[in-house]
């Protein structure tokens, strides 16, 4: 089964500057998909970025970055110059080939702080 | 366009009662899923499906029942409730079950208490 670890129940970080989500994973697949989603406080889950097994290159997205080393088994995301509405929790998750089970980490909250 | 769409978005039931979650989507999505998020645990699957007439279980699948009779429909019963059913409900949706890149569509969520 896959598994997604995220070791941070909570960070903080100051308004305008980077700060990086851990999220380390567990799979037996060889081809795979991460994806790092978005909860407000308003509840809902917004998929913020996505990189492949096989991508050689790490996804960007905007702000979102996915620091991807796949023989460490770690896909962390790094938020550049933090807002304010960045505060939220984030989930890493896991998909496996035929996307039939998605895994999610435990999440971490980050506050961002003026 | 709605997207994924839940009801109710509350609900409080009795020990023992039953009670259904709707899911429906307009996309037309293969990949329908209900998941339920507790604190400090993150979304636990509990049921998936990959097209009509087609549904298999999650990680947390008991007490609970899926049918998937339209591609545009996945309801969640919840056969006899109990207090460890309280939880958030999502219900998510993707475009390709063939794949591993399709990201999943939420719906807003059902907190459901049970007393």
């Known amino acids: 089964a896959q598994k997604i670890t995220q070791t941070q129940p909570g960070m903080f970080v100051q308004e305008k500057e980077a700060v990086t989500l851990d999220c380390t994973y567990d799979?037996?697949?060889?081809?795979?998909?991460l994806f790092w989603y978005k909860q407000p406080s308003s509840g809902e889950m917004i998929f913020l970025i996505y990189?492949?097994?096989?991508?050689?290159q790490n996804a960007t997205e905007g702000r979102y970055s996915l620091n991807f080393q796949k023989a460490r088994k770690s896909a962390n995301l790094v938020i550049s110059a933090s807002q304010l509405g960045d505060s939220a929790m984030y989930f890493c998750?896991?998909?496996?080939?035929?996307?039939?089970?998605?895994?999610f980490g435990a999440g971490t909250r980050l506050t961002v702080k003026p | 366009n709605a997207g994924v769409t839940q009801t109710p978005k509350f609900q409080v039931l009795k020990t023992g009662q039953s009670m259904t979650l709707q899911c429906a989507q307009d996309?037309?999505?293969?990949?329908m899923s209900w998941y339920r998020q507790d604190p400090g645990m993150g979304l636990r699957l509990i049921h998936y499906s990959v097209g009509a007439g087609i549904t298999d279980q999650g990680e947390v699948p008991n007490g609970y029942n899926v049918s998937r009779s339209t591609t545009e429909d996945f309801p969640l019963r919840l056969l006899s409730a109990a207090p460890s059913q309280t939880s958030v409900y999502f219900c998510a949706s993707s475009y390709s079950t063939g794949s591993y890149n399709s990201p999943l569509h939420f719906g807003n969520g059902t907190r459901l208490t049970v007393t």
């Open positions: 990189q492949g097994s096989y991508d050689e």
């Open positions: 799979t037996s697949d060889q081809s795979y998909g």
């Open positions: 998750a896991i998909s496996r080939y035929n996307n039939n089970d998605m895994r």
């Open positions: 996309m037309n999505h293969e990949y």
